[in-house]
């Protein structure tokens, strides 16, 4: 693990996306929740926000950080077909916050794909990566 105790606290923000694409009638059924398994958008959204808060449990090395807040949005995109996940974290601390947005996003994304495998195995999840981080000693960086 790196030794982070001589940083200076500051507040953290991070923010990722990805996407899950299926066929139109996949994406169909998942908003008007007419799967066995239920609300699927509800689900990977609390499944995403319980992953940030176990990040250090599930990627070796990871610091454990009080979060002061998580966020999951999960939009339709029929251009794609399918859903786009957004997940921020915040935190004031010694350490950055990417890996808890990025965990959100990935395991929104897999329950996504969990909840509806029984009607399309052929979803594919792509594109997950950080957009934006703030804070620490590196300052802002965002995507272009």
């Known amino acids: 693990m790196v030794n982070v105790g001589n940083k200076p606290d500051s507040h953290r923000h991070a923010r990722a996306e990805g996407a899950i694409t299926m066929t139109p009638e996949t994406l169909e059924v998942i908003l008007k929740s007419a799967l066995k398994k ?3 958008v509800a689900a990977a959204r609390i499944a ?20 002061n807040d998580v966020r999951v949005e999960i939009e339709a995109d029929r251009s794609l077909p399918g859903l786009r996940v957004t997940a921020s974290a915040e935190a004031s601390g010694k350490t950055g916050v990417e890996m808890e947005a990025l965990t959100a996003v990935t395991v929104a994304l897999l329950t996504i794909y969990d909840m509806a495998k029984s009607v399309d195995r052929e979803m594919e999840i792509t594109g997950v990566r950080l957009v934006e981080k703030r804070g ?9």
């Not at 992953?51 to 090395?61: C, D, S, V, Y």
């Open 38 to 40: 239920g609300d699927v």
């Open 48 to 67: 995403g926000i319980m992953a940030a808060k176990r990040t250090p449990e599930l990627i070796p090395l990871c610091h454990a950080l009080v979060l």
């Open 136 to 144: 620490g000693k590196s300052g802002h960086w965002k995507r272009d």
